[in-house]
């Protein structure tokens, strides 16, 4: 297990639940985006070692992942307790749409 954790920005209501613009997911499928949100998390682990790079934010541009029906948009941010950043480095989930397929 790695540092990284994932959280939805700016929360679960408005990113997979029922407040407009939320992907008013069911549970299943919400268990579902959970997990892909951590198997995102566990590869930002690998992908990232070492310290922020000099004269960067430390958080990457918007990226888009999709599997079977999800269509996931996000940003990992490298930043952690140094930074107080109280998430410390996580996966941020920004917009989940399910795509018909």
């Known amino acids: 297990m790695s540092d990284w954790t994932w959280v939805f920005e700016p929360d679960a209501d408005n990113v997979v639940g029922d407040t407009p613009g939320g992907?008013?997911?069911?549970?299943?499928d919400r268990?579902?985006?959970e997990g892909?949100?951590?198997e995102l998390a566990d590869?930002?682990?690998?992908?990232?070692?070492?310290?922020?790079?000099?004269?960067?934010?430390?958080?990457?541009p918007?990226?888009?992942?999709?599997r079977g029906p999800y269509?996931?948009?996000?940003?990992?941010?490298r930043?952690?307790?140094?930074?107080?950043i109280d998430d410390g480095p996580c996966?941020?989930?920004?917009?989940?749409?399910?795509w018909p397929v």
């Open 43 to 60: 590869a930002a682990a690998v992908k990232y070692t070492g310290p922020i790079e000099y004269g960067t934010s430390g958080i990457s």
């Open 36 to 38: 892909i949100a951590q």
């Open 91 to 98: 996966v941020r989930i920004l917009k989940v749409t399910l």
């Open 71 to 77: 269509l996931i948009w996000y940003l990992e941010d």
């Open 79 to 84: 930043r952690g307790d140094d930074e107080n």
């Open 23 to 28: 992907a008013r997911l069911g549970d299943s």
């Open 62 to 66: 918007v990226q888009t992942y999709a």
């Open 31 to 33: 268990r579902v985006v």
